[in-house]
């Protein structure tokens, strides 16, 4: 049974560039959740995905979007990269009950590195 | 929205030695989990648990959700168990993961 994946697994960048990074969810799960991860701190929610939909945004820019496509798989891309995305982003997919979030698994994360 | 806080913010211990982690939140939840996060970064999945008490192995947890924390027992520590431990919690109506700032734990052969 696969677990999480994302890729890439390293990414440089240089500031005012764009970046997709990309997730396939454990197999049985529809849902799928991006976390931003900075240095030192615990991760923060950035939005999630579910039947192709946004369902719920965190407190991150509109520079910051996603796409999760019919084998719920999914994408971050952020335009217009700062030196403040540098992070480690992760993937993490779940499965839908409906009330609420319901256990999470994550993938081992995108590390992003914006120059 | 919710607080979480975790406690301590680093320990260090000699192999052997036993631990406890603790996670206190400031609102009813319908999820915990507890994670171990590896120096690469990937979060393991070690327990789910928004009430009770679970064991797998050597690491226990209880949760009593009525007075709002958690707490991840880790006995006979070995130097593998070394790296941050994150509590993570969601409320009802609520998709979302709030993770708190995490506990460094440190092995000492």
């Known amino acids: 049974d696969a677990g999480v994946t994302q890729s890439p697994t390293h990414l440089i960048k240089t500031r005012g560039q764009q970046v997709t990074l990309r997730c396939s969810p454990k197999s049985g799960h529809d849902t799928v959740s991006w976390y931003q991860q900075a240095l030192g701190q615990g991760p923060q929610f950035i939005f999630q995905y579910y039947e192709e939909e946004e369902r719920q945004r965190g407190n991150f820019p509109d520079r910051f979007s996603g796409h999760q496509f019919p084998n719920y798989s999914s994408e971050l891309n952020v335009n217009a990269l700062l030196l403040g995305d540098s992070a480690l982003y992760l993937c993490?997919?779940?499965?839908?009950f409906g009330q609420g979030s319901t256990e999470a698994f994550f993938g081992q994360g995108t590390r992003l590195t914006v120059v | 929205g919710i607080q979480v806080e975790q406690s301590p913010p680093d320990l260090i211990l000699q192999e052997g030695a036993n631990s406890t982690l603790r996670c206190n939140f400031s609102d009813s939840v319908n999820n915990l989990q507890w994670f171990h996060q590896n120096p690469w970064g990937q979060l393991i999945n070690l327990f789910y648990i928004p009430s009770g008490t679970k064991q797998n192995g050597r690491l226990s947890a209880t949760t009593v959700a009525t007075e709002r924390y958690s707490l991840l027992y880790i006995s006979s520590s070995q130097t593998t168990d070394s790296g941050v431990y994150f509590c993570a919690v969601g409320t009802f109506g609520n998709e979302k993961l709030t993770f708190g700032t995490g506990t460094r734990l440190t092995i000492i052969p």
């Open positions: 993490a997919s779940s499965l839908n």
